[in-house]
Structures are given as C-alpha cells and as structure tokens.
C-alpha cells in the first residue's frame, strides 16, 4: 500500500480531484506538511460560493456560544458536553462534561477503554445524535443545535466518517460505495449530470487508497482492509474538512491495521486534513500528534 500511496503521490494534480462540491472549499492545499515541497495530492478544487453552512442563519441560541476567537485556531470545540442513556427508567450517564479542542489539520486520538463512551462522543461530534447539555461547535459555529437537515448536510459535505465495521452498503459496489455520498449530496439529477466526473473522482480516489483494482468487487468480496480503504474513500469524496473515525483498525488484524494508519497518517500529514479517532488501544493511539483520555465521562 506505501508503494501505492508513494506512486499516486509522485504524479502531482494527476490522481485526485473529486468534484468541488464541499460548500467550505478552500484553495488548494500545498506541498507536504515540512515545507519539504514534496508530491501532495489535493481534496478540493477551488472555492465553490454556492449556499452553504457557513451561511447558516445563527438562531437566539447561537448567540450563546463563546466567541469562537477565545480558544485560537480551533476547528472542532466541545464544551460541557453530557449525554445519558435511558434504559427501562434506570438513567446511565455516559458523558458527565466533556471539554475538547479540536486544532485544525490536528490527528487527535481519544483513548478510553470499552464501554467508556468514545462512540457515543464521536457520535455527538458528529452530529449523529445530539448532547443532553453542552456545546459543540464546528469553525466557530454552533452544531449540535442545528435543524435535521442541515446537520445532513453538514456532515454530507464537512464531515467524513469511518467506523469499525466500515458499514459499507453490502448491495453496492466498491465504487458505488464510494460514489454514494454524492448521489446524496447532490440529487438523483444533479449526480446523473455530473456523473462521469464524480465516476473519474471516485475512481482516483480508490485508486489513491490502493483499491483501483477492486473498483467492482461487492463488500462481501473484500478483506477487511480494503473494506476500510473503501470506506475511507467513501469518507473523502466530498472533500470534508474533518474526518471522525471510531475504531478504525479495530477489527483488522495488526498487519493490515498498520496500514490503515499509515494511510490515514498520509492524509492528515499530506492533506492536512483534520482527523479525530476514538480506540482502547493505547499503541494506536500513539500514531496521533496528540492523545487524550476519556475517563468516567471526562477527557482527562
Ligand atoms: P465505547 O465506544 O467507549 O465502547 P459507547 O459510547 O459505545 O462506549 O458506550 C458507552 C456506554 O453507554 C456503554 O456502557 C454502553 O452500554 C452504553 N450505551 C451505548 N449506547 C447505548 C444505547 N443506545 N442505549 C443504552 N445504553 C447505551
Ligand atoms: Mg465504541
């Protein structure tokens, strides 16, 4: 997979332009993270001025959100965040005030043993369910509180997730795989205008994680590697500024682990794309610029 990744890098602009249709686009990224002006690959084209999130109108509530310079190049803040699960009356709190900073093009890891609420963390971060208390906001505004589809949308287009068992659509194809955030995103007619260009990004982009040759294979078909190639490149089609991912070596074995975190340490290095992972494992934990701890309901 390095040669791979090695050779996709060496042909600068030559593999990796999905469709600029991320409504935060930025310029294009540059060169390796040392300066060292090595071979890089881009997750965006140019700036697309179409209605975003961004633009979302902030409500009364918004308004209540410290201001967002208070905590310096933040892109990810979550403050005081509770979350409780109800079962048969008995109330089981699983986050008690979780605080956490998130720094732009940071590979943070979150560790924390089984049971101690990293899922449901990165699900809230995620806005895939929603705090009991606390704040989360995303570039300087507030998310957890936004209405159903624009939280949708934003993780649609911001946001790119990987998850322990990948949750790949077992009817579709590799490449389909891949492609499905985009039939979302932009609509049974917008895709089919743009589907040869989406075709060509979702193709690159597997070819990029070392699975342009499985682009037909059915989930069923793949290891559980290239399951987690495929669904990291389904996480990156849209060009999202954050990717969140819960266990992602956790059902593979320490070989092929390795080499997704090889992988995911060549995008937050060469992309500087922003990545926040929750595992148990102390030695994955390592491979992140930053480790924290969450421990009876808190980051340490
Ligand atoms: P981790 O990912 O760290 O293993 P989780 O966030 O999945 O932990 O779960 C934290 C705790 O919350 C566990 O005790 C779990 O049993 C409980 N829990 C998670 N989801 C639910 C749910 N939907 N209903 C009730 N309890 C839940
Ligand atoms: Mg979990």
């Not at 949708?152 to 194809?173: K, S, V």
């Not at 070392?210 to 059915?218: M, N, Q, S």
């Amino acid at each position: 997979m390095n040669d791979d990744l090695a050779r996709i890098f060496a042909q600068p602009h030559a593999t990796f332009r999905p469709p600029a249709i991320g409504p935060h686009a930025t310029a294009p990224r540059q060169a390796g993270p040392h300066g060292d002006g090595g071979p890089h690959i881009e997750l965006r084209e140019q700036p697309v001025s179409e209605q975003s999130l961004s633009r979302h109108e902030p409500d009364r509530q918004d308004r209540d959100f410290p201001p967002y310079d208070r905590l310096g190049e933040l892109q990810l803040e979550a403050i005081g965040l509770k979350k409780s699960y109800r079962k048969a009356s008995v109330e089981i709190p699983v986050l008690k005030g979780v605080d956490l900073g998130v720094r732009r093009s940071e590979f943070l890891a979150i560790v924390g043993q089984s049971g101690s609420g990293k899922s449901t963390l990165l699900h809230l971060l995620g806005t895939l369910d929603s705090p009991d208390d606390g704040q989360i906001a995303f570039d300087g505004r507030r998310i957890d509180n936004l209405p159903g589809r624009d939280r949708d949308r934003l993780r649609n287009r911001r946001f790119g997730m990987i998850f322990q068992f990948y949750h790949l659509l077992p009817e579709l194809t590799t490449l389909e795989n891949v492609l499905a955030p985009l039939m979302i995103g932009s609509g049974v007619f917008g895709f089919l205008r743009c589907r040869r260009k989406y075709r060509g990004a979702a193709t690159r982009l597997l070819e990029l994680v070392g699975l342009g040759h499985r682009l037909k294979h059915r989930p069923r078909e793949l290891s559980g590697g290239e399951m987690q190639r495929a669904a990291i490149a389904r996480a990156l089609i849209a060009g999202p500024d954050l990717l969140l991912a819960d266990e992602p070596t956790g059902n593979l074995d320490q070989a092929t682990g390795r080499e997704i975190l090889e992988l995911l340490t060549a995008l937050n290095r060469q992309q500087k794309l922003t990545i926040v992972m929750v595992t148990h494992d102390p030695a994955i934990a390592q491979r992140a610029d930053r480790v924290v701890r969450l421990l009876d309901g808190r980051i340490e």
